[in-house]
Structures are given as C-alpha cells and as structure tokens.
T-cell receptor, first 110, second 110 residues
Framework: NAGVTQTPKFRVLKTGQSMTLLCAQD?????MYWYRQDPGMGLRLIHY???????AKGEVPDGYNVSRLKKQNFLLGLESAAPSQTSVYFC?????????FGQGTRLTVV | EDQVTQSPEALRLQEGESSSLNCSYT??????LFWYRQDPGKGPEFLFT???AGEEKEKERLKATLTKKESFLHITAPKPEDSATYLC???????????FGKGTRLHILP
C-alpha cells in the first residue's frame, strides 16, 4: 500500500518554463489537496478537490492550475514558473477525519 | 487574520520534561481539528483528529485536547525521538479546506 505518491521528488526549472506535478493515491479518498511549504510560512493551501472532476481554490492559487480527471490522481501545473514559486510542494488525500501526505516535491525556479 | 495560531514557535526541553503546545483557532463552525508531526525533509504525519470541545485523544506520550477556542498537545516525559515540528490544522463546516498553523519546532535534549 503506497499511500500518497508524488512525482517528481526534485526539479529545477528555468523562469518561464512549465511543468506538472503528479499526485497519486491508492486509498480511494475523495478529497485531495496541494500545499506549498516555505520557511516561516508554514503549509499554505494552493488548490483542492472534493471529488473526480471538481477543483477549488485555496489560500494561494495564483500562478497554478489543477486537474482531477481521475479519482486517484491530482495534477498541479505551473504554466510559467517564477522564482517566487521555489518551494516544497506537498500533496495530501483524505476524508473528513483528516488527510495523509506524500513525501513532497522540492522545486527550484532559477 | 490567521485562522490558526500555534505557540510557542520553538521549544527546547530536557528528556523527561513534560510540556504542552498550544493551537488557537478562529472558525465559524469547526469540522475538525488535526494534529500532525513533521520530521525534516519528510511529509507531515497524521496524529489525531478532534471534533468537539471536551474531546481528548492519546497516542504513546502524546495527548491532544480541544476546547471551543484552542487545542493543546501535551507531551509527557518526552524522549529525543519526539523532536519534530508539530503542526495544527482546522477544517471549517462552510467548506472543505484544511488550513494549517505555522507549527511548533520541538527539540528534546538527551
């Protein structure tokens, strides 16, 4: 049972490049979340989804897009990366009782 | 205004010295309050969910309690392996977001 798997684990992008982060869960959870974690800022919610085909904005959605075409996958896209998007990105999945996190993707934009 | 405020930001204890971490929250209707542990370079690890004032949950040396405005994570006779960042988060009834505080960095000295 893998739980929540994030791909890739590390990535370096140049300013203006695009990329997609993949989150996959095998727990049949309805809810999935994308967070970013920065020093001194804690975990901030980017976007979330309460089911296949649905997405909603979180606290810091600007510059990101998401898609939930399949229940088990939640994709986070950066269309034109900026240095301010350098961060560690965490995906989580869960139900009402709480969410379970992946191991993170460390993204550096230069 | 922050919905979730954790204190202290950092705490150093001697092994065996019990203490408490605080999480105060402001939400219109609490869906759940969540505690996580995060080790350096790892994703947050789920510990507890509390749903209503007066509820308590325990796991090994940790005990979480909840009032209408705050939650405490009590650590009894801690060991060095309890050193980590402890994160508090809340979910509101009005939406499906989970919003985190900035965490408390706990260091247990042997």
């Amino acid at each position: 049972n893998a739980g929540v798997t994030q791909t890739p684990k590390f990535r370096v992008l140049k300013t203006g490049q695009s990329m997609t982060l993949l989150c996959a869960q095998d727990m049949n959870h309805e809810y999935m979340y994308w967070y970013r974690q920065d020093p001194g800022m804690g975990l901030r919610l980017i976007h979330y989804s309460v089911g296949e085909g649905t997405t909603a904005k979180g606290e810091v959605p600007d510059g990101y897009n998401v898609s939930r075409l399949k229940k088990q996958n939640f994709l986070l896209g950066l269309e034109s990366a900026a240095p301010s998007q350098t961060s560690v990105y965490f995906c989580a999945s869960g139900k009402q009782r709480g969410a379970f996190f992946g191991q993170g993707t460390r993204l550096t934009v230069v | 205004e922050d919905q979730v405020t954790q204190s202290p930001e950092a705490l150093r204890l001697q092994e065996g010295e019990s203490s408490s971490l605080n999480c105060s929250y402001t939400v219109s209707g609490l869906r759940g309050l969540f505690w996580y542990r995060q080790d350096p370079g790892k994703g947050p690890e789920f510990l507890f969910t509390l749903y209503s004032a007066g509820e308590e949950k325990e796991k090994e040396r940790l005990k979480a309690t909840l009032t209408k405005k705050e939650s405490f994570l009590h650590i009894t006779a801690p060991k060095p392996e309890d050193s980590a960042t402890y994160l508090c988060a809340v979910g509101e009834n009005r939406d499906d977001k989970i919003i985190f505080g900035k965490g408390t960095r706990l260091h247990i000295l042997p």
